[in-house]
T-cell receptor, first 111, second 114 residues
Framework: LAKTTQPISMDSYEGQEVNITCSHN???????ITWYQQFPSQGPRFIIQ???TKVTNEVASLFIPADRKSSTLSLPRVSLSDTAVYYC????????????FGQGTELSVKP | DVKVTQSSRYLVKRTGEKVFLECVQD?????MFWYRQDPGLGLRLIYF???????EKGDIPEGYSVSREKKERFSLILESASTNQTSMYLC?????????????FGPGTRLLVL
């Protein structure tokens, strides 16, 4: 099964750009990469999803190189409210969109 | 906006009790999921359902069962609660078929079994 590896924790300051890199060496041809955000005592919230190259929405950007063995979530100009756990996930296309959750990256944004 | 609601945010039960956790989604999604989340272990899939009256075991189904009598509702049942089932339980839903449709999560139910 596709498994992801990401840093356990990261620190940043308000206004900085934060990049969280995830590796997924065993990703299959049809699988997608998706990122979720989770605040304490809340369910995960979808941030962004992509297959290759670059995807951007109003919240973040996702960069996926050609070999698709890694991806980078980019959060522009973070604020204190971006302090959360960020999960990188592979969406198993051929298993009904099953998600495999890893440990996530705990991002702490400081003033 | 997709809304996934769970019947309780916090629940305290005693060992041996039968526990029902309810999940309702309002987007006519075919697929629904139950996870549990524990420190150091992340989210683990317990059961999922692709349609009414259909269910599939996830990675950790032991000690749990599910019911999907209506499309919008997916129930997780602990037949005889045990202390090792103390956890945060998360429900999710997504539209059907293979592919990349997003899973939307509920707020979670924090269950304490004494």
């Amino acid at each position: 099964l596709a498994k992801t590896t990401q840093p356990i924790s990261m620190d940043s300051y308000e206004g900085q750009e934060v990049n969280i890199t995830c590796s997924h060496n065993n990703i299959a041809t049809n699988d997608y990469i998706t990122w979720y955000q989770q605040f304490p005592s809340q369910g995960p919230r979808f941030i962004i999803q992509g297959y290759k190259t670059k995807v951007t929405n109003e919240v973040a950007s996702l960069f996926i190189p050609a070999d698709r063995k890694s991806s980078t979530l980019s959060l522009p100009r973070v604020s204190l409210s971006d302090t959360a756990v960020y999960y990188c996930l592979v969406v198993l296309y051929n298993q009904g969109g099953k998600l495999i959750f890893g440990q996530g990256t705990e991002l702490s944004v400081k003033p | 906006d997709v809304k996934v609601t769970q019947s309780s945010r916090y629940l305290v039960k005693r060992t041996g009790e039968k526990v029902f956790l309810e999940c309702v989604q309002d987007m006519d999604h075919e697929n629904m999921f139950w996870y549990r989340q524990d420190p150091g272990l992340g989210l683990r899939l317990i059961y999922f359902s692709y349609d009414v009256k259909m269910k599939e075991k996830g990675d950790i189904p032991e000690g749990y069962s599910v019911s999907r009598e209506k499309k919008e509702r997916f129930s997780l049942i602990l037949e005889s609660a045990s202390t090792n089932q103390t956890s945060m339980y998360l429900c999710a839903s997504r539209s059907g078929g293979q592919g990349i449709e997003t899973q939307y999560f509920g707020p979670g139910t924090r269950l304490l079994v004494l």
